[in-house]
């Protein structure tokens, strides 16, 4: 025969936590294309070295920059073929595409923000530009969610044993199933030859939100009179 499991009481509490946007994350997504693979590859390093030359001309410097997610694949378009009356679809080959991506971190500016815009656009990149935006300190905004949950779990289990005519007794286990906080908001995606179409569009990103989950469990300790 097992111990007698004493009464218990489980809570999951959920905290949420804010803070306003303060640092922009600005990708460009470089593409080149050739049906020489050599050749792509030079269209490649051309295109990112005009565009971190752009970005110099607005003062960034090569530790404001970094460059990731390169690749070479082949490029191909499904076509249709008639013969002897049939129809068959065959894989035709397009190119080697070239794919990379160069990012760029800054403090919030709206005014620069479109500078950086309009400056790649005017310099005639092939590329897929996003924009996002995070926080200085992703682990004190963690730490704000951590902390509200655990107040909301207390808060919650206290209201439930205070009616029912118990108290909290000692805490028996808490459980937090770590997982990755996503701190950054991606805003818009634009191609570079189209952002400077727009009128001057003026920048508030939305605060960066997140939220956990904490799960406590504490022994009930039952209210005599």
């Known amino acids: 025969m097992g111990k007698h499991q004493k009464p218990h009481i ?19 997504h470089l593409r080149s294309l050739h049906k020489d693979q050599a050749t792509v590859w030079r269209f490649a390093i051309d295109a990112l070295s005009q565009a971190q030359s752009l970005l110099k001309g607005l003062h960034f410097t090569d530790d404001d920059m970094t460059t990731d997610n390169i690749s070479v694949k082949t490029k191909t378009k499904r076509v249709e073929r008639r013969c002897n ?10 190119g080697y595409e070239a794919t990379q991506t160069l990012t760029v971190k800054f403090p919030f500016e709206s005014d620069r923000l ?15 530009i996003s924009v996002g935006f995070t926080v200085k300190d992703p682990e004190a905004l963690q730490d704000e969610v ?17 009616t029912a005519g118990a108290s909290l007794g000692k805490l028996l286990s808490v459980t937090y199933a770590w997982r990755n906080i996503y701190f950054e908001r991606e805003e818009r995606s634009y191609l570079a030859s189209t952002v400077a179409c727009y009128e001057a569009p003026t920048f508030k990103p939305q605060d960066i939100e997140v939220e956990e989950d904490i799960t406590f469990k504490w022994e009930l300790v039952e209210n005599r009179d």
């Open 146 to 162: 951590l902390r509200d949950a655990t107040e909301t779990a207390m808060r919650r289990a206290k209201i439930i044993t205070e």
């Open 114 to 128: 479109l500078e950086l815009l309009n400056t790649i656009s005017d310099g005639d990149v092939n590329a897929l």
């Open 10 to 28: 489980t809570i999951t509490g959920r905290g949420r936590a804010s803070a306003p946007a303060e640092i922009t994350i600005v990708k460009l």
């Open 85 to 94: 009356g049939t129809t068959e679809y065959e894989d035709e080959f397009i």
